[in-house]
């Protein structure tokens, strides 16, 4: 089958292990089912795999890919969850299994012909939804869905800051707080970027720039260079909520502003099975379509990884596995 999967380890330069090529249908293990993928949509988690992060040599080749929409077995359409781990491990909560993964960590990834996954992470596709906009939702905007909701515990009539407006997650919670009732506020460096965003709905400011008020939740993906600003800008009892670090893990903060304040700096990553098909849900009843930069067909997936590695795009870049 066609697939696009590292068969190599490069730190400096990531596409260097890059394959676009044929490998063998994945084994079928009990517990799990096979899909067949329509379309998949990229990640910088597949470029950090590239450099060997999460992923090493011994596990190579490894097909790439957390996101994936198809037709399973028995001719449902679906949506894959990528976290592949056992909810009771967690409390109920798989991606709080000490042993979870996500797809194309231990377990062959999306960007293929056909992908096996255990049964329970196929979620139905809403009707009438494209194979392009459902295969953009199972990490990005999912990851934003849960830091809103169930980590933010966003409400009607809120206030949001999203810092760097333009990668993925962060798109997602500009879109995805606005259908939830909240005010939104964005971030970004790069003038393109906040202007986009502002066409989306968002109030958008430089990075570090004051805003108009505090606000209740930030979205925060950026980490060292923004977190300070993101303190600044909550208001007293309001969520930071973090998902990444892409400029810097070490970040300082003003620990007396924390505490005096009563903030709360709530951990975030990815979200349940149960969260995507509420996603799918709001996406669906709401006729809200995620925010799609490109769609690449299959045979040219290096041309889709170049365009994520150069940071060239706004909103998620999808492959069309019917090309």
Not at 27 to 34: I, M, R, S
Not at 54 to 78: F, K, R, T, Y
Not at 176 to 205: C, H, N, P
Not at 232 to 245: A, C, E, L, W, Y
Request: aromatic share 4%.
């Amino acid at each position: 089958m066609r697939a696009v999967y590292a068969d190599s380890i490069n730190p400096d330069n990531p596409l260097a292990g890059l394959v676009v090529g044929e490998r063998p249908e994945p084994q079928v293990a009990e517990g799990w089912t096979t899909v067949r993928v329509m379309a998949s949509a990229l990640n910088h988690h597949d470029l950090w795999s590239l450099r060997g992060v999460g992923l090493s040599a011994e596990q190579l080749p490894m097909i790439l890919g957390c996101d994936a929409a198809g037709v399973d077995e028995d001719g449902n359409e679906v949506v894959v969850h990528a976290v592949v781990g056992d909810p009771a491990a967690g409390g109920g909560d798989e991606t709080l299994d000490p042993k979870r993964s996500l797809l194309s960590e231990r377990h062959q990834g999306t960007l293929a012909d056909v992908v096996t996954v255990p049964r329970r992470n196929l979620v139905p596709k809403p009707e009438g939804m494209t194979w392009t906009d459902a295969a953009c939702l199972p990490t990005a905007w999912l990851t934003a869905y849960r830091m809103l909701t169930t980590r933010g515990r966003l409400r009607d009539g809120d206030s949001v800051l999203v810092q760097g407006a333009g990668g993925g997650v962060a798109t997602a919670a500009v879109v995805l707080a606005q259908a939830l009732g909240a005010r939104v506020y964005a971030t970004s460096r790069d003038a393109a970027k906040r202007e986009s965003a502002a066409g989306l709905g968002a109030t958008v400011l430089a990075p570090g720039e004051r805003l108009p008020e505090r606000v209740d939740v930030v979205v925060e993906t950026v980490g060292e260079a923004t977190f300070d600003h993101s303190v600044k800008s909550t208001k007293p009892g309001g969520r930071i909520v973090v998902s990444g670090s892409t400029s810097g893990h070490l970040a300082t903060v003003d620990l007396r502003r924390i505490f005096f304040l009563q903030q709360e700096v709530v951990g975030s990553t990815m979200g349940t099975r149960d969260e995507l098909a509420a996603l799918l849900e709001l996406m669906a009843a709401r006729k809200i379509a995620p925010v799609v930069d490109t769609v690449f067909d299959f045979a040219d997936a290096r041309g889709a990884f170049e365009r994520m590695a150069a940071g060239a795009g706004f909103g998620k870049i999808v492959l069309d596995h019917q090309a």
